[in-house]
């Protein structure tokens, strides 16, 4: 998460919008809300908010939406957090403010707020009502203070509300309530009621003012990183909070003064949930902490604890764990002063035994911290393993992992990860099936069983029947000689390791029993001791950035050897860069990871590839930029086959398209002029995008009603469309599913600029529509006056084709930009913007290795050096800004 510091805000009434004002001391009517009376006092005497000029401050007075949005700007302004972009923007929205009776004394303020979207055109509607102003509702506050707070501040689905009336709060409005009760700026009434349809009075707001004014003079920050962690028994916490700001809070928590809860607030966590180096958010009441959330994913037990598992027996001082990873049975000696917690509150050992023998039809799993003691048993010195800590909590299922043996309608067959121990589970009447991530049946299941090595994980109820089965072509737990492992810790009693993205930690039992070997040019074989300064590594003269290892282990899944090497060295150790090939449909690319729908894996993408590692087949252009549009819209299939290396990292990729569907924007077959339009479709898609497609010569149709050449007319563009795609990816058949749109239209196009209320097109002006649907190449504005403004903008040249009705409306235009200019302000993620006389311009590039390469620049950094220097753009046929 992009690190952001809090910002809450309060109100401020403006005085150019009120009477000669009064001041505190003065106010005469203050006591008729004693509970709000010092607030008022305070926030009067800060200078945020003022009476009226009879002495009076009115506090039940509901604020009106016009006052909001002004409280909001001025304090956004006295506070220094003014978007310099988004001010000075009354011209741009004159009409629309006039149209809706916008007082003018707030029109400068609303304007702000369109411009830095606080509001939404779709929000004018409630300011007024035959011209008088309209009180705001709560809810309505709550949206237009979070979306200010979204610049600084992270917004989450707000499905942790908890307020009574939750239920009453728009799904709009959600997010942003749940972030407000984050900060401590808004609660509950009395009743645990959030009255989201209330109107929002003066003495609220200023309740508001004050509690977020406290915050942002202190510069307290609201999120943070743990830094340290003391568990005093499981009875209290000292927990030590470097905040973003770089301020230290010292916390001393437990379970009775303080709530934990997950990143949406939807589960609550206990307080040893809580690790070092965890992100937390601090909820404040006035400048007391009242609830934790923790944004980062909670650690998985296996990285948590030193070993996990399903308590097998508690007796006799030892205790018995089947491992979670292998199924096989550890045998722990119980020390003197052990600690035991039940779903994270402390407890006895007394009191784990009752609930062991009252849920015998359950599963106990525990977390435990271990240590391996070097002692006499039996008059012979051996290691033995210790629990020095048990956290237990009763599960009605329980999951493992492991490799198909045989797969039928009835059973899952499966060698356990880890071990050559066999397992079976019959399936429960209600049993679910999973392809990755995908639901699916038992016998999509049998049959991907009978195509290959496949994993399962199988979750088992307490009757022994499986309850979900969810199969991969990856393995869940990898436990093989050959793979090779990043190695994330590393001690005399365990080593904990990672691939494709999976933690695992194997216990040692003892290091004597393992051999270690590290590479220094060759293998050498080392003492343990000579293994862990491998890893520990010289601060001064032998830093690394990644140690990876390779395991080999017994028939019991021991390990019996470690090999140890540095990054750099890796290829030559091992002898090859790991690689892995995979191949089938895209389910989505995210955060720059690739998931195939078959697969539990996630493969990281490059930041780049050259022409001969990434290719779209049937795509003109193979980007990465094209290649994510494709993954991730859901009217059309993407097939990819990759070489990944040992860290899932995608070092080749071929993609194709096999299925799509949209609407035809434009034809262009083999006997068209334009060499770079020949044989391609542009098939519009449900989400906006745009995809330009390779065809073959002639491709078929599944109608004698209409051929290839007949799809080149005017008459079809614009219908919806159904695609097939041959090995190659490209378009083999063309089939139209809905061509009503263009019955008794007409196209025309030409550069394009505007007529009054009109839109000229190649010389000849046309009304609007109603609904005119605007899309472009060029640039993601998508309203009808976004683009009248470019049309108007001199600076910017605008090509259009249209589609025009019989009454001679525009109901469709499909534009790209064919010249901008002005002053340069940044290149980002594919897009570039540049500021005109009238307003800033965002227009989409084609890649960023293009652009550099065009422009005549070395790395992205290079961009920076134009900022604030006028330049030209130049766009190619797609309309894509291709050099400047």
């Known amino acids: 998460m992009k690190r952001k510091m809090a910002m809450a805000l309060a109100a401020v009434l403006v005085a150019g919008s009120l009477p000669v004002t009064a001041s505190a001391a003065t106010f005469t009517d203050i006591n008729e809300v004693s509970w709000a009376s ?76 369109l411009s830095a979207q606080i509001l939404m055109a779709a929000d004018l509607p409630k300011f007024t009502t035959n011209g008088v102003s309209n009180p705001a509702t709560r809810q309505d506050v709550a949206v237009m203070f979070g979306r200010a707070l979204s610049e600084k501040y992270d917004i989450y689905a707000g499905t942790g509300v908890n307020y009574n009336d939750s239920w009453r709060i728009s799904d709009e409005a959600m997010p942003y309530v749940d972030l407000l009760t984050r900060l401590g700026i808004v609660t509950g009434d009395d009743s645990g009621n959030f009255n989201p349809t209330a109107n929002i009075t003066r003495a609220e707001m200023a309740v508001m003012m004050n509690k977020t004014y406290d915050l942002l003079s202190n510069e307290l920050a609201n999120t943070g990183e743990i830094t340290e962690i003391v568990n005093h028994d ?363 729908k078959t697969s539990s894996t996630e493969y990281t993408l490059q930041s780049k590839y050259d022409e001969d590692s990434l290719e779209i087949g049937g795509a003109p252009t193979s980007s990465l930029t094209v290649l994510t549009r494709m993954a991730n819209c859901d009217d059309v299939t993407l097939y990819a086959e990759i070489k990944a290396d040992g860290n899932n990292k995608i070092t080749d990729i071929e993609a194709r398209l096999t299925a799509a569907e949209g609407k035809m924007i434009e034809y262009n077959g083999k006997d068209t002029s334009d060499s770079d339009k020949k044989n391609t479709l542009t098939l519009e898609t449900s989400d906006g995008s745009q995809f330009k497609l390779k065809t073959v010569s002639n491709p078929k149709t599944d109608s004698d009603d209409y051929d290839a050449e007949d799809l080149q007319t005017t008459g079809y563009r614009g219908s919806s469309v159904e695609l097939e795609f041959n090995n190659d990816g490209e378009i083999s058949k063309i089939i139209v599913t809905d061509s009503s749109y263009n019955s008794g239209t007409k196209r025309v196009k030409g550069t394009a600029s505007l007529d009054g209320s009109k839109i000229k097109i190649d010389g000849k002006s046309y009304s609007w529509d109603s609904k005119t649907y605007i899309t472009s190449s060029s640039f993601t504005y998508s309203t009808k006056d976004m683009f009248e403004r470019m049309l108007q903008d001199k600076d910017i040249e605008v090509y259009v084709e249209a589609t025009i009705s019989d009454s001679n409306k525009v109901e469709r235009i499909n534009a790209r930009v064919e010249s901008a200019e002005g002053e340069f302000v940044e290149y980002d993620s594919g897009s570039v913007v540049i500021e005109t006389d009238s307003r800033k311009w965002s227009f989409n590039t084609v890649s960023k290795n293009t652009l550099l390469k065009n422009c005549g620049l070395d790395d992205e950094k290079d961009f920076e050096k134009k900022e604030g220097k006028n330049v030209t753009l130049e766009f190619n046929s797609d309309g894509l800004v291709e050099e400047f």
């Open 234 to 596: 499981g009875d209290y916490y000292d927990v030590d909070v470097k905040m973003d700001n770089g301020e230290r809070n010292r916390l001393t928590l437990s379970d009775d003064n303080i709530s934990v809860y997950n990143k949406d607030g939807s589960r609550e966590l206990p307080i040893s949930s809580l690790s070092k180096g965890d992100k937390v958010s601090l909820v404040f009441d006035g400048l007391v902490i009242t609830k934790i959330y923790l944004l980062d994913e909670e650690a998985s037990a296996q990285e948590k604890y030193d070993a996990v598992g399903y308590i097998y027996s508690l007796k006799d001082g030892y205790l018995n764990l089947e491992s979670e990873n292998t199924g096989e049975t550890t045998k722990y000696k119980i020390n003197t002063n052990c600690t035991y917690y039940l779903d994270g509150k402390k407890t006895t050992e007394s009191a784990i035994k009752d609930v062991i023998d009252d849920n015998s039809d359950k599963y106990v799993y525990a977390g435990l911290y271990t240590e391996t003691k070097n002692e006499k048993v039996d008059g012979k010195r051996q290691d033995v393993l210790y629990a020095n800590a048990v956290y237990v909590t009763v599960k009605d299922e329980y999951t493992q992992t492991g490799e198909v043996t045989d797969f039928t309608s009835t059973t899952v067959y499966y060698k356990a990860s880890g071990s050559n121990a066999r397992k079976s589970a019959d399936f429960a009447s209600d049993c679910e099936f999973y392809i990755g991530d995908k639901k699916s049946s038992a016998k999509d299941l049998e049959e991907m069983a009978e195509s290959g090595t496949v994993y399962v994980k199988v979750t088992v109820n307490s009757k022994g029947k499986a309850t979900k089965v969810v199969m991969t072509e990856d393995k869940f737990t990898d436990n093989t000689a050959s793979s090779t492992y990043t190695v994330k810790g590393f001690n005399k009693d365990r080593i904990i390791v990672s691939r494709g993205g999976t933690s695992t930690t194997y216990e040692f039992g003892s290091t004597s029993d393992i051999t270690f070997y590290i590479w220094e040019g060759k293998w050498n074989e080392v003492s343990f001791k000579g293994a862990e300064s491998f890893y520990d590594g010289d601060d001064d003269e032998d830093d690394y950035d990644t140690m990876y290892a390779r395991m080999n282990f017994d028939k019991s899944g021991k390990i019996t050897a470690i090999y140890m090497v540095k990054d750099g060295d890796r290829e030559n150790a091992f002898g090859e860069a790991e690689e892995t090939e995979r191949k089938g449909t895209v389910e989505y690319i995210k955060d720059g990871k690739l998931k195939f």
């Open 38 to 113: 010092s607030t008022i006092q305070a926030v009067s005497d800060k200078g945020l908010i003022n009476g009226y000029e009879d002495g009076t401050f009115r506090a039940k007075n509901n604020v009106t939406y016009s006052e909001a949005m002004v409280m909001v700007y001025n304090l956004m302004s006295k506070t220094g957090n003014l978007k310099a972009s988004a001010t000075n923007t009354l011209s741009i929205y004159q009409s629309v403010l006039n149209t809706y009776k916008i007082p003018t004394w707030s029109q400068s303020t609303v304007a702000y707020g």
